[in-house]
């Protein structure tokens, strides 16, 4: 066994220049591995062009005792005086381990508003590279999406980073905390001030500022996570830089995208559609991966661009080689072109490309084993096929957005043929043969390189052919518990002068209780020179109650020369079982034959003659729609026949007749539950709904269950003995916390599962005003919180604009007296950051808010006004 070790490495580049360095504004680390140790590093800078500052070369430490001067391979100018610096350079790391490859350069830039005292804080970038033999080999997403959009004040801004990850690994994406020297956290960061959130989406990379509240200089970082089988296998990091201003403009606005889902070769057409209220001029950006490909890439060309509306045209044919597990994230910004500030608006949509369903021809049995064969794929770029089987037909249909076969369907791996022109398998049960008298139903996928599974081929369900003779029917002709008959008969068996078997002959019947007994009696002795005789019919006996299964032995009955033909041929009658619900009877059939049964017919009797009511290739079906207390009887026919090439075929069987009266024993269906609260008025208003007519025609009342923590059980709160009620106001005490679920129930007691359970929490209401005058007026004197008694503590900091912290407390009220070392402090804007701490219905919960406190110590001040809400 070997052992793991784990090291952490740190890749410094260490930059040396007589300028000062704040011409830092954002960048990444990603890479790509060329071997098992050796990795290209490709070390991304976005700069700002208006500095002096400039980095032609970067010293690289491996972490290894190795130094090399890296040269800078290209420069790229962006908008808004940016500009893309790309360094690259290969290392042999030395063995397996975590390496954090850090980038550092003095320094940030000054005036960054979440960063105390900028200017002398390095700006540090990080990527972790794990080298793990057990995961292959593995290259980071590549960022499509430089960083150098504006923000306005009061309006959302958005950033994508666009990551396409060139294995199809999985991504997920977090906010983290920008770092200084030898990549630590920068003390004191803070998230940009929000009038909402501040927040990356986990799943589209989106991140999100809902909205500026003021104008300035901010950095953020971003987390780009690396998933493979459910392990972490990289983290990339964005710090990146963004300037909000003041401004009339008004950002575009990208119209609605769809997410996709195509098989390969079939062609993707989207219009893509932005408006400016402004009326300025649109430009329409695409970014993703689908547009680097070396066999089929995508193209974005501009269909109409008019003052105020722009529109664009997305067209790709995927090929065999784009079909991934993960979708393709396409990211969509349109920018005006704005004289004042240009500004964007970013969205995105996917596109999951799929490999088409194979065909399946054929499930031939072959002894105790099945061959297999299929239409060939039509591509070279698969490696081979896995072959799925499962006992009894499903019910599967092939999901146009899922690869594989779910595991609900019940299906299980039972082999693997290699290569894009493999035709066939045998399926031998790993050499230990198949079951006779079990239906076997298989599915095929193709298996892509990358080990994605196309979508599942069509459905074949095969079984072994056994028994000599080969029985064809066991079909009730009366239903009766004394009187009751059947009709065996079989195929005439074939060839037996090969074996030799020359005769005469006699058939042995015998018959056992119950679909799969195994209690054979002996019942009929039957002698023949020719094998003619194929038919028994089998009566006085109980059809009503009991299903029946039949053993024929064959043998050569010649003096001195008795023996058994071959293996018996065994076969049961189908049985038929009527459980009355409300407003149905459901059926269940059992049956033990060595055919498949493709359909079974259901007939009802009307009064006068049988009517067909329904057909299935299950083996459970319902009759809906009836009136209850009134009696339905029933029979099933069943038909089928056998796989193999001159077996027979379309073989009828009847089952017994059954009846059954529809009772309701059935709740009706859970209500749909939808609760909203009244912070102001302390109460919340519940509201259901039964959307199906007919579970609503079976419903007489409600019963409302209520619980106020998520560790309490639900209790009842309160009945509705009334069809059509559908709202309830719970008012409470103090808060508006709890959880709620809902039931229906019948005239006849039936009560339903409960609802889904929806749980609200007391609302989030925590001020801290924006302007305070300690002056010594007694009037707004002292920075107090607006705090309701939810808040159990908070953690609150305050800052000058130097970055020093002069004020801390965990007090929700605050209850600052505007002094720092026993002095008032100077008139000013000073920076807080809060962590506010209350009592949920899931426990202690916390929320972060940030923003500005304006100090007045003028005589005269007046009062403040209210900001920074959660």
Not at 263 to 270: C, F, K, L, R, S
Not at 592 to 599: A, E, L, R
Not at 798 to 804: D, Y
Request: a negative charge; one cysteine or more.
């Amino acid at each position: 066994m070997i052992k793991r070790v784990t090291a952490a490495f740190i890749l410094m580049f260490v930059v040396a220049s007589a300028a000062t360095g704040t011409h830092n504004r954002a960048g990444e680390i990603t890479y790509r591995q060329i071997s098992e140790l050796t990795f290209e590093v490709t070390v991304t800078t976005f700069t700002y062009t208006l500095s002096k500052a400039d980095r032609p070369s970067l010293d690289i430490e491996w972490g290894d005792n190795s130094i090399t001067n890296v040269a800078r391979v290209s420069e790229t100018y962006l908008p808004n005086n940016y500009k893309k610096n790309v360094y690259v350079s290969q290392h042999t790391y030395p063995g397996p381990g975590v390496y954090k490859i850090v980038v550092q350069d003095p320094n940030r830039n000054f005036g960054v508003e979440n960063i105390p005292n900028s200017v002398n804080v390095v700006f540090s970038i990080s990527t972790i590279l794990i080298v793990n033999t057990a995961v292959g080999l593995n290259s980071t997403p590549v960022l499509l999406n430089p960083p150098y959009d504006k923000a306005a004040l009061g309006h959302v801004f958005i950033h994508n980073p666009a990551a396409y990850d060139p294995d199809g690994d999985s991504l997920s994406y977090k906010l983290t905390v920008c770092t200084r020297e030898d990549g630590k956290p920068i003390l004191n960061y803070t998230l940009p001030p929000a009038s909402n959130k501040f927040y990356v989406d986990s799943i589209s990379g989106d991140l999100v500022w809902d909205a500026p509240t003021a104008t300035g200089i901010y950095n953020v970082a971003m987390e780009i996570q690396e998933w493979r089988a459910g392990i972490k296998i990289g983290v990339v990091v964005r710090d990146m830089q963004i300037e909000v201003y003041e401004t009339d403009n008004n950002p575009p606005v990208t119209g609605p995208l769809p997410d996709l889902c195509v098989e390969a070769g079939q062609p993707v057409t989207v219009n893509v559609d932005a408006t400016d209220i402004d009326l300025d001029s649109l430009t329409l950006i695409a970014t993703s991966g689908i547009f680097t490909s070396s066999e089929c890439a995508a193209s974005f060309t501009t269909l109409s661009s008019v003052p105020g509306t722009a529109t664009a045209q997305l067209t790709w044919t995927p090929c065999h080689t784009s079909v991934r597990h993960q979708p393709y994230d396409i990211i969509i910004k349109a920018e005006d072109n704005n004289d004042d500030l240009q500004l964007v608006d970013i969205d995105n949509m996917s596109i999951k490309v799929l490999g088409p369903s194979p065909v399946l021809l054929s499930a031939v049995p072959q002894g105790k084993f099945v061959q297999l064969s299929w239409v060939d794929y039509g591509t070279g770029a698969i490696s081979g096929f896995s072959i799925y089987r499962r006992e009894g037909a499903s019910s599967l249909v092939a999901d146009t957005c899922y690869d594989g076969i779910p595991p609900s369907a019940g299906f299980a791996k039972v082999g693997y043929v290699s290569g894009y022109n493999a035709l066939t398998f045998t399926d031998t049960d790993n050499g230990n043969g198949l079951d006779a008298g079990v239906e076997y139903a298989y599915r095929i996928v193709a298996v892509y390189p990358n080990g994605t599974e196309s979508k599942p081929s069509n459905e074949i369900v095969t079984s072994l052919i056994t028994g000599l003779p080969l029985i064809t029917n066991v079909s009730i002709r009366n239903t009766d518990a004394v009187n009751g008959s059947l009709t065996l008969a079989w195929q005439k068996p074939r060839s037996l002068d090969t074996i030799p078997a020359n005769g005469p002959y006699e058939y042995l019947i015998y018959r056992a209780e119950g679909i799969a007994g195994t209690d054979y009696q002996l019942i009929h002795t039957l002698a023949t020179a020719d094998l003619n005789d194929t038919v028994y019919v089998d009566t006085l006996i109980n059809t009503l109650d009991k299903g029946w299964v039949y053993k024929i032995e064959l043998y050569n009955d010649a003096p001195g020369d008795r023996f058994m033909i071959g293996d018996p041929g065994i076969a049961s009658s189908v049985y038929l079982t009527a459980a009355p619900g409300d407003r149905k009877v459901r059926f269940t059939l059992n049956r033990n034959v060595p055919w498949i049964n493709t359909s079974y017919e259901f007939f009802r009797f009307n009064g006068s003659s049988w009517q067909s009511v329904g057909t299935t290739n299950q083996l459970t079906w319902a009759d809906e729609n009836l009136e209850n207390g009134t009696e339905y009887c029933y029979y099933v026919v069943s038909y089928g026949g056998y796989q193999g090439p001159g077996t027979p075929k379309d073989l009828v069987n009847l089952s017994q007749r059954t009846c059954a009266v529809p009772v309701d024993n059935e709740p009706p269906c859970p209500p749909d539950l939808y609760v909203s609260s009244q912070c102001d008025s302390l109460y919340n208003t519940v509201r259901w709904t039964v959307e199906d007519p007919v579970c609503y025609e079976d419903v007489a009342g409600y019963n409302l269950y209520y619980k106020q923590t998520s560790e309490e059980q639900l209790g009842l709160l309160v009945t509705f003995n009334d069809r059509e009620a559908n709202r309830y106001i719970h008012s409470l005490p103090d808060y508006v916390a709890g959880c709620y679920a809902i039931s229906a129930f019948d005239a006849h007691g039936n009560e339903s599962p409960l609802s889904a359970m929806i749980c609200v929490d007391s609302c989030n209401f925590y001020e801290i005003p924006n302007v305070f005058t300690p002056n010594g007026d007694d009037f707004n004197d002292w920075l107090v919180a607006k705090a309701s008694a939810l808040v159990d503590r908070v953690e609150f900091r305050l800052f000058n604009r130097a970055g020093v912290m002069i004020f801390t407390t965990t007090e929700p009220k605050i209850n600052w007296d505007g002094t720092y070392k026993g002095k008032v402090v100077p008139t000013g804007v000073y920076y807080y950051d809060c962590e506010v701490f209350e009592r949920r219905i899931s426990g202690i919960e916390q929320f972060h808010l940030s923003g500005f406190v304006h100090v007045i110590t003028e005589k005269g001040a007046g009062p403040g006004v209210i900001e920074g809400k959660k």
